[in-house]
């Protein structure tokens, strides 16, 4: 039998606490307003759904949605997609919208990569995973998000000079990513100095996962590649 491009399956908890109720009326009532076209229905129509927009680009996982949301306030011309299967960060994620005001995001609440699969070529401009669940154990590695298949898709969706941005404060995952980014040759590691990746720069604002890994004594790594 073929093996499948990706295990089309979520791993891990998908709701923790129950939403607050500012949280259930955002799911209810503004998420419909800001969801992105069904992956099932066929290749997503962007300048619909982003009218305005001179570049897309999109976070895979965005957990609380504080980065995506820092970038979308930092970028108004830019439309910005976030895919996150976990309900309480879609929820989070609102709450960031409503307050800020921010009118060009769109969300993905499921699985990032039928979504990738349905965005057109050379669609983004840039691409962010950051603090991808690790997978520490070999037999598990199959469930990470970094995989050939992602580095295909990437250079497929990236338009050329696209950025792809990807963090973790995992050594190994580090390794991992590195590695397939070279087997992938469409990409370059833009690091010229150990600074580059050790230090987060400045239009990169902290996660919650990153802010957690540095209070437990981890460090984290910054990697940017340039789409060929
Ligand atoms: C370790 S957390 C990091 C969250 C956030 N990026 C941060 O740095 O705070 C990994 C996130 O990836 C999400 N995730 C896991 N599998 C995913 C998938 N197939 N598509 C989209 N997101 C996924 C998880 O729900 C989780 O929120």
């Known amino acids: 039998m073929a093996q499948p491009k990706y295990i089309p399956r979520l791993y891990g908890r998908q ?6 109720p500012r949280q ?11 969801a992105m076209s069904d992956p099932a229905q066929g290749t997503i129509d962007l300048a619909r759904l982003f009218p305005q927009a001179e570049e897309i ?15 979308a306030a930092q970028h108004p011309h830019v439309g910005l997609i976030g895919a996150e299967p976990f309900i309480n960060g879609v929820a989070k994620l609102l709450v960031h919208i409503e307050e800020q005001q921010l009118d060009n995001i769109r969300i993905h609440h499921g699985d990032a990569r039928p979504l990738m699969e349905a965005l057109p070529d050379a669609s983004l401009a840039r691409l962010f995973v950051l603090h991808p669940d690790p997978w520490p154990k070999t037999r598990h590695h199959k469930r990470r998000m970094i995989s050939p298949w992602f580095f295909a898709e990437a250079a497929r969706l990236l338009r050329p000079g696209g950025e792809l941005r990807v963090a973790s404060d995992i050594d190994d995952y580090i390794r991992w990513t590195l590695m ?14 150990p600074v580059d990746w050790r230090n987060r720069p400045d ?7 990153e802010a957690k890994a540095l209070r437990e004594g981890r460090t984290a790594t910054y990697l940017k590649f340039r789409r060929l």
């Open 15 to 20: 709701q923790d606490k129950p939403l607050k």
């Open 24 to 34: 259930a009326r955002l799911m209810r009532d503004l998420l419909p307003q800001l």
């Open 57 to 71: 680009w999109m976070e895979v996982g965005f957990g609380g949605g504080e980065h995506l949301a820092w970038q």
């Open 180 to 193: 397939h980014a070279r087997s992938a040759k469409d990409f370059e590691w833009t690091a010229t100095a």
């Open 203 to 209: 239009d990169w604002p902290q996660t919650r996962y």
